[in-house]
């Protein structure tokens, strides 16, 4: 079983950058994939990016490709969501996930943080 505790949540100006993290529990870590998705109000939750479980490999949504960029270390049992060039629509609450999966589908991966709240104001 993993925990994810996301942490770096906050409120930054349209054009900045922020850095989300998520920590995660136990010893199977790098026997995961690690994905990001979020959710703003009213909306379904969105898929962000996915990191294969030696890091080796990324995979974007168009909407971020080019400003995110997702990193794990392994050691650390950590996963990292670098944000540049924020825009008011990427405003969401940033749910960190765990599956044993290439699924971009919220619904296949099995274990989840808590979220945090970013807010992009212009």
């Known amino acids: 079983q993993v925990q994810l505790v996301e942490s770096g949540g906050g409120s930054v100006q349209a054009g900045g950058s922020l850095r989300l993290s998520c920590a995660a529990s136990?010893?199977?870590?790098?026997?995961?994939?690690m994905a990001w998705f979020r959710q703003a109000p009213g909306k379904e939750r969105e898929f962000v990016g996915r990191?294969?479980?030696?890091?080796?490999?990324?995979y974007y949504a168009e909407s971020v490709k080019g400003r995110f960029t997702i990193s794990r270390d392994n050691v650390e049992n950590t996963v990292y969501l670098e944000m540049n060039s924020l825009k008011p629509g990427d405003t969401a609450v940033y749910y960190c996930?765990?599956?044993?999966?290439?699924?971009?589908?919220?619904?296949?991966?099995?274990?989840w943080g808590q979220g945090t709240q970013l807010t992009v104001s212009s």
């Open positions: 990191i294969s479980r030696s890091g080796g490999t990324t």
């Open positions: 136990g010893r199977t870590f790098s026997t995961y994939a």
């Open positions: 996930a765990a599956g044993r999966t290439t699924a971009t589908v919220w619904t296949m991966y099995d274990y």
